[in-house]
């Protein structure tokens, strides 16, 4: 399987990479069977599985991830965080991972499961992603290893400048490239951006782009709080929230000039957040395309 670092640095264009959750129904992994197959005509570059809270999807990541790959012929990512596991735990699902032929691994902290409030490091496993990442490398296995960034910071972070010292622990532990957690205002990524570079942070950092579905997933995220969204963007909407096909045109429009923009300042790719759907990633990507 193709390493994705490699595929940054070989690219002859943006790298097109989608991220998937696992379903918890046959009938959803049906359904994301189908999504795949529609976007797999796009050529993507790669494909990621998210790990599912407290590590709650740990054999259906493996298996889908492993599966999706073979199936379409398409370097994958598994997501993996270290919520909850010892190092022995954590070492016999690496194990597993390397096992089933994935070969890139989004390495993370993880979130804790639902109800539980803070993240608590396990007995003997690990409080940080960087020190899971140092511990992979430690064991000898072979993946490429990828990290989360947040260019309006980490809700636990004390400041961005802080976070962004704890991205370089990551980075000198042996994360290959970052992903972003999604924004929607290019000027905090570009800023977040000059942070990283002038830490001396020099892997490729994806931004990460969900495509807007509707206008209650927009309150949602201004609810918890968790990122920007230009103003104008939200009148817009806001507009025409009860008129389906407008607003589904309002947002693509203003995804793919963000991705545009994004692409010009020199991305070397985008990250899309399908949401397991195939209607909002294809028509981004395929505008971005023409
Ligand atoms: C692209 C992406 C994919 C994701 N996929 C998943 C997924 O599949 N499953 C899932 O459960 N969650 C996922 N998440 C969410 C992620 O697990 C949470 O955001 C989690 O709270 C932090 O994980 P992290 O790996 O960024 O942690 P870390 O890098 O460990 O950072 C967490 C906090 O600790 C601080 N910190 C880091 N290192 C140090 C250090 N050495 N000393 C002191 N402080 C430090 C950081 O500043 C930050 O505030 C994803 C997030 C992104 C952006």
């Known amino acids: 399987m193709k390493k994705i670092l490699e595929i940054y640095n070989n690219a002859k264009g943006p790298v097109y990479s989608f991220e998937f959750f696992p379903p918890k129904t046959d009938e ?3 359904k994301l069977t189908e999504t795949l197959r529609e976007l797999s005509r796009l050529q993507p570059g790669y494909i990621t599985v998210t790990y599912g809270a407290g590590g709650s999807t740990r054999d259906k990541t493996i298996r889908l991830t492993s599966d999706l790959a073979k199936q379409f012929d398409l370097p994958a990512a598994a997501h993996f965080t270290c919520v909850g596991g010892n190092r022995e735990e ?10 089933s032929g994935i070969r890139n691994l989004m390495a993370l902290r993880g979130d804790p499961p639902k109800g539980q409030g803070e993240f608590q490091k396990a007995e003997g496993g690990f409080g940080h992603a960087s020190e899971l990442i140092s511990f ?3 064991e ?3 993946f490429c290893i990828g990290g989360a960034c947040y260019p309006e910071k980490h809700p636990q972070a004390r400041s961005l400048e802080e976070d962004v010292d704890n991205l370089k622990k990551k980075v000198d532990a042996g994360a290959s490239y970052l992903v972003s957690q999604l924004f929607f205002k290019n000027e905090i990524f570009e800023s977040f951006l000059g942070l990283v570079r002038k830490k001396g ?4 950092v994806i931004p990460g782009i969900m495509p807007i579905t509707s206008f209650s997933q927009i309150e949602r995220f201004r609810a918890m709080a968790a990122c920007e969204f230009p103003e104008e ?10 008129r ?3 607003f589904y045109r309002r947002s693509l429009n203003f995804s793919v000039r963000q991705c545009r923009e994004l692409l010009s300042l020199g991305s070397p790719g985008i990250h899309l957040y399908t949401l397991n759907q195939s209607h909002a990633s294809y028509d981004i990507v395929r505008e971005l395309e023409n």
Do not use: M, Q
Not at 94 to 99: A, K, M, Q, R, V
């Open 140 to 142: 000898g296995f072979d």
């Open 233 to 242: 963007l939200l009148s817009d909407l806001e507009e025409v929230r009860n």
């Open 201 to 204: 942070i020099s892997v490729p």
């Open 90 to 99: 954590i070492r016999s699902i690496l194990g597993e991972i390397y096992s």
């Open 244 to 246: 389906p096909e407008e």
């Open 136 to 138: 992979i490398k430690s």
């Open 28 to 30: 959803g992994e049906g």
